[in-house]
Structures are given as structure tokens and as C-alpha cells.
């Protein structure tokens, strides 16, 4: 595929909303009716990995939207934590598409929290974009995957929005917002597992009441 340098600036692109920016510039990069995951994970190489989670991921933040992106999101992440540099989708997510029209509408999808880290992106070099940090990454997005596909109250945002914090310091070589991305999910996931220990222990009490 003939691809420009990924994320190059656009004229309409805001400085100080990244992920405006960058789901725009997506948008831009192919001019068709529908992306594919495939076309997009061999369009952007190496930084592939942070931008396919963090689009997989923004749709979390809509009610209903989290369980269809966990298993791609879950799969991405794996092979982000086993040390792959490149994506290595199988052909059933890779045919996986979304509209043109749809990418744009994540632009506005941040929330108020959200906006208020990305005034601080900005490239920083640190450890957290070393080999190690984008295993720690990998496997974080694995958990949060899994919490997305697991059906709960309440369990769906508080992973996502860790996730897309630690995917855009990824996109955006920001070390220090990937540290914050790492904390945040880390408490996000702890936080879906305890809301879903309860609802099974609710689950056991209720069955050994009525049996």
C-alpha cells in the first residue's frame, strides 16, 4: 500500500487536541467509504499497534459500543506484550472495517478528563517507550480487553479510558502520558475486577438462596 509518513499534520488539525488530530488524519490517509483494520495496521508499521488500540478503544467511551472492539483490542494487545513491532492481524479482524464517516465521529468522542491530558502530549523520550514499557502496555490492553467483553456495570470506562490514555502516549512517543495511561489502567482494571467479583458473589448467594 502506498502510504504517506502516518500522521503527518493536516492543515485542519488542532495542536492542541491529539486525538482529533489523529483520528482525522486517519480519516484522511484513506479516502474510501470503509478502513479496514488491515489496511490500516499496514499503513502505519511500527506505530500501528498504539493507534488501533486507541481507535478500538475511544468507542468504549459510548454506551453499548465496548464488547464488539475487546476481541481485535485483545489480540493487538497480546502481540504488543509478546514484543511484536508490527501487527500481525488474523484475516478475520484484518477484514474488519469501519465507516469513514464513523472514524470522524470518534474525533468527538473525548471526555472532559480526556481533553484535559492531551493539552500535556508531547514527544518525551522515558522508559515507558522502551521494550519493556510496550510489553507492560501489551498486556495491560489484554486485561482491559477482557474486561470490556465481560459484561458488567460500570466496568466498561474506567479500563478504556486508562487505554487510550496509554495508546496515545504510544501514537505520540509521550513516555510520561504513558506512565499515566499505566496507572490509570492498572486502577481501571482492578476496579472492573472487583465490581465483577461482587456481582458473582451476589450471583452465588442468590442461587444457593433459592436452591
Do not use: Y
Not at 201 to 210: D, E, N, P
Amino acid at each position: 500500500m502506498e502510504a504517506g509518513h502516518p500522521l503527518d499534520p493536516l492543515p485542519e488539525a488542532h495542536p492542541s487536541a491529539p486525538i482529533s488530530r489523529i483520528v482525522r488524519e486517519v480519516a484522511a490517509q484513506f479516502p474510501g467509504a470503509r478502513i479496514t483494520l488491515g489496511e490500516m495496521a499496514e499503513a502505519f508499521g511500527e506505530r500501528a499497534f498504539g493507534l488501533l488500540i486507541l481507535l478500538l478503544c475511544l468507542p468504549a467511551l459510548l454506551p453499548g459500543m465496548a464488547s464488539v472492539f475487546g476481541i481485535p483490542m485483545l489480540i493487538l494487545g497480546a502481540q504488543m506484550g509478546l514484543g511484536l513491532k508490527v501487527p500481525k492481524l488474523p484475516r478475520f479482524i484484518a477484514r474488519q472495517s469501519i465507516k469513514r464517516e464513523d472514524l470522524l465521529r470518534l474525533a468527538d468522542v473525548t471526555s472532559g478528563p480526556l481533553k484535559r491530558v492531551e493539552r500535556f502530549v508531547r514527544p518525551r523520550p522515558g522508559v515507558f517507550l522502551s521494550n519493556w514499557g510496550d510489553r507492560m502496555v501489551g498486556w495491560l490492553t489484554v486485561v482491559s480487553a477482557v474486561m470490556l467483553i465481560l459484561p458488567g456495570p460500570g466496568t466498561n470506562a474506567p479500563p478504556a479510558f486508562g487505554t487510550i490514555i496509554m495508546s496515545l502516549g504510544v501514537v505520540e512517543q509521550d513516555s510520561r502520558v504513558v506512565g499515566i495511561g499505566v496507572v490509570l489502567t492498572t486502577l481501571g482494571n482492578l476496579f472492573a475486577v472487583a465490581v465483577l467479583l461482587v456481582l458473582a458473589w451476589m450471583a452465588i448467594q442468590a442461587l444457593g438462596w433459592v436452591f
